[in-house]
């Protein structure tokens, strides 16, 4: 059955577009998108005074699935993003075993198409086993459905392998993501390595070690004219190498995370291991640089980096502790209550950020536009409508979530994907 | 001299009020540790639990001796002799402790922040007995203690502390300690060790031990941690010990009645020298005897302050 969404706020960064048209669906795709349209034979979804955006895209998360079921699974994590305003998500390859063969890529499609509301697109590991030393076979995986490549958690350290593998990865017209961290500075840090390491007594990961390897992969792209992607940038020094480097025509695009664009490392006070990831929340300079970058696009994209784990893994001491956050389910709320509402970004970059530059990175042709012909994947949300985060009612199978209580307005209310409402909030 | 505190996690929340109440109160438990009955009935009926989860021998005899010498009834759980080897976790374990009905648990855990983390759900008092990297409270109390014993003030006194500081929870903790009593604290050692980014606790680092020791009152010496030490810390024991080891001829700098301090245990011949360590100069063993009255003022005005005030 045709879909009809009437008199919503229709932003469309792709054409610039911010007016209140209605956008009828069919087949999974927008057919029409006008002011006033009239059709008797739709389903109608009248969304007055609520903001109907490209579907958000979260070109980060952590499913678990295979391997890691007691955190997450691709029902569950799906779930979740749909909850949070997600149409569509890139799952990381470390899980067990590692996505880094067609027979795993397939897998996760196959369990996606019978059990996710949204679209789920697998990315594979550049090195087998995420072992940094022999690169995967691209083009098969890519065959298989891998969309991008990346060793994430585990990054490949070796230059001479990373320039293999970006170098190939050419040939296939496919992107390397790469989680920048130098494991020998990181050592075996758990914080950022700072004034507030030196009061808690942790281990510190200096912010060099984020910085290096952007450094390095930047030459490799401009010596290879190859293309890359920063995940989760948490430095101003890492947002100044990536504001050079494009300035220099190199073909870099980077994300970032909620949890580093409003915490800092100030929040560890209490060893609450919900703080703990990585990259580790930095210091104040390096928050207002990022929130800076988000402004001047060198930051192209919003990420949760959502990686489940379960409250006996990370109810312990905070040297113990898993790195790691979960988002999918804050992100969207957190950011309209802290960037949008209070006008720091506009709701055009914020849509932008959310969906057409994440489809445009990931080259996903008909995703993150609204226009005729284009994928109905939406989101609707509701700008004034507010509630308290409260992580015991998560769709997520895990909890780990330093956001828990925070009161935010600013929801998403309502999202479709493929012309299909997957999730809908009653107000 | 009222003490609100329910737990002892660390110097960082006392005020320099609390400091000098426990130091005072410290002076009045003196004189039971020298008496023939070397007991006194204030903590009667109290259950301690000495939770030692890394190796100890000065602080867990001392806390026991402390805890005794008050009349209170104290367990020693190590853990060797424990679940915790069979994967217990940190909570179950305080969580079953704790369903004995104790009192107070006193905890030293390799993990900085372990304390904090068991005073979130726990309801005994909790006394940090030495957490990873982080604090060491009852050191810095008992260290202060013996500063003003030997020097009766503590305003305008210079305090050198060499070696080891950034993985040191007894320098972290005399650091908060002495700036908070008003001395001038420099610190010593190689910059692995001793970060700049330290200066941002009001203090100074001189990497220059031979100027940092100049005219100093107090030299505090610190043990090389070798089980904490990445690689490259600094080049050999042997290169540290001609920088930073305390010598006859650096101690000629500092003022003619420095003290020399360690908290033990001393690797001797490498921070200083066995004649330096025994010699009239060093308060080390001072230092552990006033660990006792130190923890004997620490667990009474936790346990025994509230209860008094009450009847009184």
């Given at each position: 059955?045709?879909?009809?969404?009437?008199?919503?706020?229709?932003?469309?960064?792709?054409?610039?577009?911010?007016?209140?048209?209605?956008?009828?669906?069919?087949?999974?795709?927008?057919?029409?998108?006008?002011?006033?349209?009239?059709?008797?034979?739709?389903?109608t979804?009248?969304?007055?005074?609520?903001?109907?955006a490209?579907?958000?895209?979260?070109?980060?998360?952590?499913?678990?699935?295979?391997?890691?079921?007691?955190?997450?699974?691709?029902?569950?994590?799906?779930?979740?993003?749909?909850?949070?305003?997600?149409?569509s998500?890139?799952?990381?390859?470390?899980?067990?075993?590692?996505?880094?063969?067609?027979?795993?890529?397939?897998?996760?499609?196959?369990?996606?198409?019978?059990?996710a509301?949204v679209?789920?697109?697998?990315?594979?590991?550049?090195?087998?086993?995420?072992?940094?030393?022999?690169?995967?076979?691209?083009?098969?995986?890519?065959?298989?459905?891998?969309?991008?490549?990346?060793?994430?958690?585990?990054?490949?350290?070796?230059?001479?392998?990373?320039?293999?593998?970006?170098?190939?990865?050419?040939?296939?017209?496919?992107?390397?993501?790469?989680?920048?961290?130098?494991?020998?500075?990181?050592?075996?840090g758990?914080?950022?390595?700072?004034?507030?390491?030196?009061?808690?007594?942790?281990?510190?990961?200096?912010?060099?070690?984020?910085?290096v390897?952007?450094?390095?992969?930047?030459?490799?792209?401009?010596?290879?004219?190859?293309?890359?992607?920063?995940?989760?940038?948490?430095?101003?020094?890492?947002?100044?190498?990536?504001?050079?480097?494009?300035?220099?025509?190199?073909?870099?695009?980077?994300?970032?995370?909620?949890?580093?664009?409003?915490?800092?490392?100030?929040?560890?006070?209490?060893?609450?291991?919900?703080?703990?990831?990585?990259?580790?929340?930095?210091?104040e300079?390096?928050?207002?640089a990022?929130?800076?970058?988000?402004?001047?696009?060198?930051?192209?994209?919003?990420?949760?980096?959502?990686?489940?784990?379960?409250?006996?893994?990370?109810e312990?001491?905070?040297?113990?502790a898993?790195?790691?956050?979960?988002?999918?389910?804050?992100?969207?709320?957190?950011?309209?209550?802290?960037?949008?509402?209070?006008?720091?970004?506009?709701?055009q970059?914020?849509?932008?950020?959310?969906?057409?530059?994440?489809?445009?990175?990931?080259?996903?042709?008909?995703?993150?536009?609204?226009?005729?012909?284009?994928?109905?994947d939406?989101?609707?949300?509701?700008?004034?409508a507010?509630?308290?985060?409260?992580?015991?009612?998560?769709?997520?199978?895990?909890?780990?979530?330093?956001?828990?209580?925070?009161?935010?307005?600013?929801?998403?209310?309502?999202?479709?994907?493929?012309?299909?409402?997957?999730?809908?909030?009653?107000? | 001299?009222?003490?609100?505190?329910?737990?002892?996690?660390?110097?960082?929340?006392?005020?320099?009020?609390?400091?000098?109440?426990?130091?005072?109160?410290?002076?009045?438990?003196?004189?039971?540790?020298?008496?023939?009955?070397?007991?006194?009935?204030?903590?009667?009926?109290k259950?301690?639990?000495?939770?030692?989860?890394?190796?100890?021998?000065?602080?867990?005899?001392?806390?026991?001796?402390?805890?005794?010498?008050?009349?209170?009834?104290?367990?020693?759980?190590?853990?060797?002799?424990?679940?915790?080897?069979?994967?217990?976790?940190?909570?179950?374990t305080?969580?079953?402790l704790?369903?004995?009905?104790?009192d107070?648990?006193?905890?030293?855990?390799?993990?900085?922040?372990?304390?904090?983390?068991?005073?979130?759900?726990?309801?005994?008092?909790?006394?940090?007995?030495g957490?990873?990297?982080?604090?060491?409270?009852?050191?810095?109390?008992?260290?202060?203690?013996?500063?003003?014993?030997?020097?009766?003030?503590?305003?305008?006194?210079?305090?050198?502390?060499?070696?080891?500081?950034?993985h040191?929870?007894?320098?972290r903790?005399?650091?908060?300690?002495?700036?908070?009593?008003?001395?001038h604290?420099?610190?010593?050692?190689?910059?692995?060790?001793?970060?700049?980014?330290?200066?941002?606790?009001?203090?100074?680092?001189?990497?220059?031990?031979?100027?940092?020791?100049?005219?100093?009152?107090?030299?505090?010496?610190?043990?090389?941690?070798?089980?904490?030490?990445?690689?490259?810390?600094?080049?050999?024991?042997?290169?540290?010990?001609?920088?930073y080891?305390?010598?006859?001829?650096?101690?000629?700098?500092?003022?003619?009645?420095?003290?020399?301090?360690?908290?033990?245990?001393?690797n001797?011949?490498?921070?200083?020298?066995s004649?330096?360590?025994?010699?009239?100069?060093?308060?080390?063993?001072?230092?552990?005897?006033n660990?006792?009255?130190?923890?004997?003022?620490?667990?009474?005005?936790?346990?025994?302050?509230?209860?008094?005030?009450?009847?009184?």
């Amino acid at each position: 059955m045709k879909l009809l969404i009437k008199n919503g706020r229709v932003i469309d960064p792709a054409s610039g577009k911010d007016e209140i048209l209605d956008i009828l669906i069919d087949k999974g795709k927008i057919i029409d998108l006008k002011p006033l349209i009239k059709d008797d034979n739709a389903h109608t979804l009248d969304v007055p005074g609520r903001v109907v955006a490209p579907g958000f895209i979260d070109m980060h998360v952590h499913l678990r699935e295979p391997g890691q079921e007691y955190k997450e699974t691709i029902r569950t994590g799906t779930q979740a993003a749909a909850r949070g305003g997600f149409t569509s998500i890139a799952c990381m390859p470390n899980t067990s075993p590692v996505n880094d063969s067609r027979g795993v890529t397939e897998f996760i499609l196959n369990e996606a198409s019978k059990k996710a509301p949204v679209n789920v697109f697998p990315i594979a590991a550049v090195t087998r086993g995420l072992q940094g030393e022999e690169i995967t076979d691209m083009v098969d995986l890519i065959d298989a459905g891998a969309i991008a490549f990346s060793d994430d958690g585990q990054p490949v350290s070796n230059s001479q392998i990373m320039r293999r593998a970006m170098e190939y990865a050419k040939i296939s017209r496919s992107l390397i993501i790469d989680h920048c961290e130098d494991k020998e500075l990181s050592a075996d840090g758990v914080m950022h390595e700072g004034h507030y390491s030196n009061i808690l007594g942790l281990n510190g990961i200096p912010s060099p070690s984020e910085e290096v390897m952007i450094a390095r992969d930047i030459l490799l792209a401009e010596y290879l004219e190859a293309r890359i992607h920063i995940a989760h940038i948490s430095t101003k020094r890492s947002v100044s190498l990536v504001k050079a480097a494009k300035k220099r025509k190199i073909r870099i695009t980077a994300e970032v995370t909620p949890h580093h664009i409003l915490l800092t490392d100030k929040n560890l006070q209490t060893y609450d291991t919900n703080f703990k990831m990585k990259p580790p929340l930095r210091g104040e300079k390096d928050k207002k640089a990022i929130l800076a970058a988000v402004l001047d696009g060198t930051i192209d994209a919003f990420a949760t980096d959502h990686a489940p784990h379960t409250p006996d893994e990370k109810e312990v001491e905070f040297d113990y502790a898993p790195f790691g956050i979960i988002g999918l389910e804050t992100a969207v709320p957190l950011l309209l209550d802290k960037l949008v509402n209070p006008g720091l970004i506009s709701l055009q970059r914020f849509v932008e950020m959310m969906s057409l530059n994440p489809a445009t990175i990931l080259g996903l042709k008909n995703k993150g536009r609204i226009d005729i012909g284009t994928d109905a994947d939406l989101t609707v949300l509701n700008l004034s409508a507010s509630y308290t985060i409260d992580s015991s009612n998560f769709f997520s199978k895990s909890r780990n979530t330093p956001f828990n209580g925070w009161a935010v307005k600013g929801i998403p209310e309502i999202t479709i994907v493929s012309g299909k409402i997957v999730h809908k909030v009653k107000i | 001299m009222p003490f609100f505190h329910k737990h002892l996690l660390g110097i960082q929340d006392l005020s320099k009020k609390d400091i000098l109440t426990i130091l005072e109160t410290a002076e009045s438990m003196e004189g039971i540790s020298t008496r023939d009955v070397k007991k006194v009935p204030v903590l009667r009926g109290k259950t301690i639990i000495n939770l030692f989860l890394e190796p100890s021998t000065r602080t867990s005899s001392s806390f026991e001796l402390a805890a005794k010498r008050l009349s209170a009834d104290i367990i020693n759980f190590n853990r060797q002799a424990s679940s915790v080897l069979k994967g217990e976790s940190l909570r179950d374990t305080v969580e079953n402790l704790e369903a004995m009905y104790a009192d107070a648990i006193i905890i030293r855990h390799t993990a900085a922040g372990a304390p904090h983390y068991v005073s979130t759900f726990c309801r005994s008092h909790i006394i940090n007995a030495g957490d990873g990297a982080h604090e060491h409270p009852t050191q810095a109390l008992l260290d202060a203690y013996t500063i003003k014993q030997k020097k009766k003030k503590f305003e305008g006194l210079k305090v050198v502390i060499v070696g080891d500081i950034l993985h040191s929870r007894v320098a972290r903790s005399n650091i908060l300690c002495l700036h908070k009593l008003g001395t001038h604290i420099i610190l010593s050692g190689p910059p692995a060790l001793v970060p700049e980014s330290l200066e941002k606790f009001k203090v100074e680092v001189n990497y220059d031990m031979d100027r940092a020791v100049e005219d100093a009152d107090v030299i505090m010496m610190l043990r090389i941690q070798k089980e904490r030490q990445q690689k490259n810390s600094y080049p050999s024991i042997r290169e540290y010990r001609f920088l930073y080891s305390l010598t006859e001829k650096k101690l000629k700098k500092a003022k003619k009645k420095v003290i020399i301090m360690h908290p033990g245990p001393v690797n001797k011949g490498v921070e200083l020298t066995s004649d330096l360590a025994s010699s009239d100069r060093s308060v080390i063993l001072k230092q552990v005897e006033n660990g006792v009255s130190v923890r004997m003022a620490v667990l009474y005005l936790l346990l025994g302050g509230k209860e008094r005030e009450a009847t009184d």
